[in-house]
């Protein structure tokens, strides 16, 4: 995805751009590029792509990813496929994890407590878009 402002300026919180914002911008370029894909392949493919997202955006490294879908070698190329594709949507995804960590702590949370808060946003915005 292309967007009218930087990772950078959504941790500065010089931009409102949140996760919510940030999945349905996913989803839709998903769709896009699935073309006539059922809307049951869409949501499966939008997950797969989201969760790799999300595990690299947190630090997490692309093989120990992978090594949920061993057992999957199709799958385990598509996403090695798509990560180059994805470096934008990931550095993004990280900035919105900082900034509501960042909004945690400014509103008087430890540091410990503002990752759980936004941890817990997180499965939140994830399962009411499900």
Partial sequence: MEWEFTAEAVVKAQVDYGLEAFRRDLAE???MNLGAAD????????DLI???CYALATNRDLDGFLAAYAFDP????????V????SGNI???????QRMIMDGVEAGLPLERAVDRAAAQHVQAVAGSA
């Avoid at 809307?39 to 493919?45: F, I, K, L, Y």
Wanted: proline share 6%.
């Fill in 91 to 97: 550095e993004m995804l990280s900035a919105i994890l």
């Fill in 39 to 46: 809307a049951q392949q869409q949501a499966q493919t939008f």
């Fill in 74 to 81: 199709p799958t385990c190329e598509f996403l090695r496929d």
């Fill in 83 to 86: 990560r180059p594709a994805m």
């Fill in 50 to 52: 989201y969760d790799m």
């Fill in 29 to 31: 370029e998903v769709r």
